[in-house]
């Protein structure tokens, strides 16, 4: 272990000595090139600060021992699952200890009969699923993420994704936690019961907390069956944002029931072909990627092609071979990539009730001319929630503030439909400030009388989600 002469000198290095005691031999790290990948995450408007050590407990133990230190000592903490986040939660704070949870990746018991499994915060969310594939079983949120975030992390942010729309967010697979609270002790939520009513619900009070009121170490998660069928996919073309718009609400509103429910711009269907031929249509307004998976998947995918061609779709195309699904989303995943390759991106996330989503797009077409900057928009269109991708000039100076002004604007335009400044990123550091917008005084006060509650001494994630 390095010499911690990153914050606070002699006295930091003294605290220090007494935290290295507490836990097992490489646990703390304090050397500040070490502790470098830990500092930041994927919201590129926050600068991460200078921490005091990077913490990588291996158990629960050493993770309620970091807390009962940072209790006696009043250093915040800052809770990390793999560092996906898009809002600056998990950046470091000046004079911080960083949790990291990605030594803690135990499966540690799965009930096929009771569709249940009980995991550590750091096991990577794709892990869940294949690791129950062999029972015929699947965990349904799916972020676009899945693969290098963690489920810890997807609790603390009610992670969505794109099956989401048929089977629900993390919030809605999730029966039980393990929290180590402010003070090191650990908190049991929830159970292994489909239903339980017994006492607050806190397990839900945890899911999408942040990290601003303790850390999650483990989850009981709810399991469904492998569907039978499917997926199966459709792909079509609209010559206006209002016509997918309409056929989005029409799908809903019609009772079928897709398993995912995507859709682009005319910028982002531009910048996948740019970055990638997939021989989208480059001038349609919009394109709808849709699938349905289970018994009668052939039936819903058959009503909702039928719908796309009352909307008006300009191009349609349909297949029930799952090989031909990858295909056809293959072009949806490059979506983060193709924006990547055209400067610098800034990821936001909002959310409107569906039937709102064209006046959304329009929205912020008009703070991009406004800028004169590029958004093109990909997102989960059958949940109302869209990511408009803020593409800045990387040797433009003023980038930083010319997004800043943007993403608040395209906030506003989401909340003046009567909609959400974010739908699953969370609020972070990057939206803390707009967050009153959202949530009226007596909302912001319960949630401070929780905090308070919680976390007395208000050094879980300082300063983060509000
Ligand atoms: C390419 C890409 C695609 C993405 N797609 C999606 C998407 O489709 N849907 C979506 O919802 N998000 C998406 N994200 C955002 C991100 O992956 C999610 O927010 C994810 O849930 C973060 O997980 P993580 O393990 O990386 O958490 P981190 O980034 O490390 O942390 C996120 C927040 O959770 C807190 N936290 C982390 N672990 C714990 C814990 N164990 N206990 C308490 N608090 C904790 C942190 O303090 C921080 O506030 C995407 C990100 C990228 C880079």
Redesign the pocket.
């Known amino acids: 272990m390095n010499g911690a002469t990153t914050a606070g000198g002699s006295n930091a290095r003294s605290k220090l000595d007494v935290l290295e005691r507490a836990l097992d031999h490489g646990t703390v790290i304090s050397d500040p090139e070490l502790m470098g990948p830990y500092r930041g995450?994927?919201a590129n408007l926050v600068d991460p600060g200078e921490p005091l050590a990077v913490l990588l407990p291996g158990c629960l133990g050493e993770v309620s021992a970091a807390l009962a230190w940072s209790h006696a000592y009043g250093v915040p903490v800052?809770?990390?699952?793999?560092?996906?986040?898009?809002s600056g939660?998990?950046a470091a704070l000046d004079g911080s200890i960083v949790v990291c949870?990605e030594r803690m990746r135990q499966i540690r018991n799965v009930a096929p009969d009771d569709q249940l499994v009980e995991v550590e915060?750091g096991v990577i969310t794709a892990e869940i699923s294949k690791h129950v594939e062999r029972f015929d079983l699947f965990y349904p949120p799916d972020?676009?993420?899945f693969e290098i975030?963690?489920i810890?992390?997807?609790?603390?942010?009610n992670?969505?994704?794109?099956r989401c729309v048929k089977y629900g967010v993390t919030r809605d697979a999730v029966l039980g936690l393990e929290v180590v609270l402010a003070d090191g002790r650990v908190l049991h939520t929830g159970g292994k019961t489909v239903k339980n009513v017994a006492g607050y619900d806190l397990t839900r009070l945890f899911v999408g907390s942040?990290?601003t009121l303790?850390?999650?170490?483990a989850a009981t998660l709810r399991l469904r069956p492998r569907p039978v069928r499917g997926p199966v996919t459709f792909v079509a073309t609209f010559a206006t944002t209002e016509a997918a718009g309409a056929c989005v609400s029409s799908i809903i509103r019609r009772g079928l029931t897709p398993s995912l429910l995507e859709l682009m711009d005319h910028a982002m269907i531009n910048a996948i072909e740019d970055y990638r031929r997939h021989d989208l249509d480059r001038s349609a307004a919009a394109l709808l990627i849709g699938q349905a998976d289970g018994p009668d998947a052939p039936d819903q995918l058959e009503k909702m092609c039928s719908v796309c061609d009352e909307a008006g779709a300009t191009m349609l195309v349909a297949s029930h071979d799952p090989t031909d699904a990858e295909a056809l989303l293959s072009a949806r995943r490059l979506a983060?990539f193709a924006t990547e390759a055209l400067g610098t991106t800034i990821i936001e996330d909002v959310g409107v009730p569906r039937s709102r989503l064209a006046e959304l797009i329009h929205a912020i077409g008009a703070v991009a001319e406004r800028h004169h900057i590029q958004i093109p928009i990909v997102g989960h269109a059958g949940d109302g929630n869209l990511h408009p991708t803020l593409v800045l000039a990387r040797d433009d100076p003023n980038a930083r503030a010319t997004a800043l002004e943007a993403a608040q604007e395209i906030c506003t335009a989401a909340l003046d439909l009567g909609g959400t400044i974010t739908g699953?990123?969370?609020v972070?550091a990057l939206k803390r400030a707009w967050l009153a917008g959202e949530l009226d005084d007596v909302a912001m006060w319960a949630h401070r009388q929780v905090k308070a509650a919680l976390d007395p001494s208000g050094i879980m994630?300082p300063g983060?989600a509000f």
Do not use: C, F, Q
């Open positions: 995450d994927h800052v809770a990390r699952g793999a560092g996906t986040g898009l939660g998990a949870l915060a972020p676009s993420s975030s963690t810890g992390g997807n609790l603390a942010t992670a969505g994704g794109l942040e990290g303790g850390i999650i170490t983060y699953e990123h969370g972070g994630n983060r």
